[in-house]
């Protein structure tokens, strides 16, 4: 059995009984795999996690890049991956929110989250971001890791903003998406203290 069908049996499991199967040598039972076979591909069931969620990042990436087959702006790349991925969210809610803690604190030190933020962060390295603010650093390492860590930031505030959206259709996440990417690439003009304005005022209105 491919390690995607392992996923598969693992994901439609849980969707389910909306709980993890009560111990691997019994989930394997279930899709007539070995131990030996699981463990050459997952350590755990926490593992197997680490491994979904890091999918629907590659997914929504790829999307990206078909959509959008000609050259253009990081802004319009990180708007369309953004909005990709909760397409490719909500397609998989139930299952998203059983993975992912809807707590702040909980879910910026979730290892779940350890094979998205360096997937994501190769995608962020490259779109060849250009952040003036940053210019006063001359290692181009160090502007780089810089900007993966803020740009992985705001990955995990849309996808908090997304855990918490009960508007119809998320819409709400759109919104915050544009507005909140708007904010980011503003950081380096004269614009950033409107664009703040206007996502407070966006994030703190009643839905």
């Known amino acids: 059995m491919k390690k995607d069908e392992i996923l598969s049996a693992y994901s439609t499991y849980i ?3 909306n709980a993890r199967p009560v111990s691997i040598p019994k989930f394997v039972s279930g899709i007539s795999l070995s131990e030996s076979e699981f463990y050459d591909e997952f350590a755990s069931f926490q593992a197997m996690d680490a491994d979904i969620l890091n999918e629907f990042v590659k997914n929504a990436i790829e999307l990206t890049h078909e959509e959008l087959e000609e050259v253009t702006t ?3 790349m990180l708007i369309t991956f953004y909005l990709t991925y909760a397409e490719v969210l909500k397609a998989n809610r139930s299952l998203v929110k059983f993975i992912l803690p ?3 604190a ?3 030190g979730l290892k779940a ?3 998205s933020r360096e997937t994501f962060g190769k995608f ?3 779109l060849n971001i250009e952040v003036k603010a940053l210019d006063f650093v001359p290692d181009h390492s160090i502007k780089s890791k810089a900007l993966r860590g803020m740009a992985w930031l705001q990955f995990m505030s849309v996808l908090l903003f997304w855990l918490k959206d009960e508007s119809k259709g998320f819409n709400r996440t759109d919104v915050f998406i544009e507005k909140s990417l708007k904010f980011s ?3 380096t003009d004269s614009n ?3 664009s703040f304005i206007d996502l407070n005022k966006f994030v703190f209105s009643k839905a």
Request: proline letters at 4%; glycine letters at 0%.
């Open 15 to 17: 969707s389910e009984h």
């Open 74 to 76: 990081p802004k319009e």
């Open 102 to 104: 809807t707590d702040k």
């Open 106 to 108: 909980e879910l910026e």
């Open 113 to 115: 989250l350890k094979l």
């Open 124 to 126: 962020v390295d490259s």
């Open 185 to 187: 690439f503003d950081l």
């Open 192 to 194: 950033v203290i409107s």
